[in-house]
Structure formats: C-alpha cells, structure tokens
C-alpha cells in the first residue's frame, strides 16, 4: 500500500530559524503532491501543491516545496520562521493512476519560539 | 462562497451507541472525502463519494458507513461505537473526484466525537 512518511513528529524552532519538514511516499507513479496546514484551532488549509513542471513551488506565507522525484520526496521549506508559523504540518500524495484517494502522512507539529 | 460546514461541532456518546454525522460541501463541489484524525496517526481515510457514489473506501470496519445527498451533502454513521473511535472526524470537498485532483481538498472544521 502506498505511504506517506513524515520523519519528524515535532520540530521546535526560534523565531527567524530555517524550517525543512521531511517527507517521503512509497508510490513509484505519477503523483500529485500537496502540503495542508493545521493552525491552532482552525481547519486544514492549503499550503502549497505540485502537479507538474518546476519541481520547486511556491506557495502561502513565504513556505516551498521541492520535489525530487529519484528520491520520492516533498520536502516543505521556509527560510525564516515566525511564531504565527506554529501548527501542525500535513504532508499528501495523490497517485494520479487507479482510483486512488489523497493519503496524508501522520503530521509534524512546528512549535515556534520567541 | 462558504467553505464546508459540519455538524455538530462537538459530540459525547457511550459505547454502544450510534451516531450520524453531517457535511455540507462548497457549492459546485461534487467530492465529499471524510477523514479520521487522532493523535500520532494523522488522517486516516474513510471513503469519498462523488455524485452519491461512494469511489473508495478505507481500511474501516462496518460499523463506519456514509451516503451522499442529490445535492452533495454527506452523512457518516458510525454504530456500535467504541472507545477507540473517538476522534476529530474531517470532511473535505473537491470539484472533482480523488482520480483526478487537479483542484484540492477544501476541509470543513470537524466533529469531535468522544466515546466515553
């Protein structure tokens, strides 16, 4: 079955410091690949998605993601993180073949000093 | 436009009962995929129905059922509920059906269901 692998659980990080989430998937298809967001008593939002072209996308609030397909992985990045940056991070894969549903990895919650 | 709208917010059942959930859907969306979340495990799928077909369904026993409305409005029931179901119960629409997600999940704010 296909996989979503998010490495770290929780990260806590000062204000201003880089942020790389890690993840990984098993399927060795075409995917579509999307990072959600979970605030502190809000609902998933979008962060970013790849579905083709510049592996390197950008999306809300300054996060990107790049995608390194011999490597099967999806890493989210923010060069300088804020306290508002605190919540909880949601790695997805869509393989694009058979009828197959959005799978999300388990989640790294970022913690953001001051 | 509004986003997905569930209900109720927040519900408290013992054991053995049963419950229903409701998700109402983005106007013009015609996925409704309904999720579990819990602690450590992330969301775990349950199914999607498209145009009241259910397309996929998770690794969910029975007990987890749902259906679709003509007018895409979703309901999930759960009977025999166990401790272990409790949960934040997500529901999410798309225009388009999990085969094909060129537009993404839009998720509504959940149900906290606790068994006790």
């Known amino acids: 079955a296909q996989s979503v692998s998010q490495h770290n659980h929780h990260v806590i990080l000062s204000e201003a410091a880089s942020l790389e989430l890690g993840c990984n998937y098993s399927?060795?298809?075409?995917?579509?690949l999307f990072w959600y967001v979970q605030y502190p008593g809000q609902h998933l939002q979008l962060l970013l998605k790849?579905?083709?072209?510049?592996?390197l996308v950008k999306g809300i609030k300054g996060f990107e993601a790049e995608f390194i397909k011999s490597k099967f992985s999806f890493n989210l990045r923010k060069p300088s993180v804020q306290w508002s940056d605190t919540a909880e991070y949601f790695c997805?894969?869509?393989?694009?073949?058979?009828?197959?549903?959005?799978?999300f990895g388990k989640g790294t919650r970022l913690s953001v000093i001051a | 436009k509004a986003g997905v709208t569930q209900t109720p917010r927040y519900l408290i059942k013992t054991r053995g009962q049963q419950v229903t959930l409701s998700c109402s859907p983005i106007?013009?969306?015609?996925?409704v995929s309904w999720y579990q979340q819990t602690p450590g495990q992330g969301l775990q799928f349950l199914f999607e129905?498209?145009?009241?077909?259910?397309?996929n369904k998770g690794n969910f026993p029975g007990r987890f059922s749902g259906r679709q409305f003509s007018n895409s409005r979703s309901e999930m029931n759960v009977s025999t509920l166990e401790l272990g179901d409790s949960a934040l119960y997500l529901c999410?629409?798309?225009?388009?059906?999990?085969?094909?997600?060129?537009?993404?999940?839009?998720f509504g704010n959940g149900t906290r269901l606790t068994v006790t």
């Open positions: 999410a629409s798309s225009r388009d059906s999990s085969s094909s997600y060129n537009s993404p999940l839009h």
């Open positions: 399927y060795g298809g075409t995917v579509n």
């Open positions: 790849y579905f083709s072209g510049d592996p």
């Open positions: 997805a894969v869509n393989p694009l073949s058979g009828n197959t549903p959005l799978v």
């Open positions: 106007s013009g969306h015609r996925s």
């Open positions: 129905y498209f145009s009241e077909t259910q397309r």
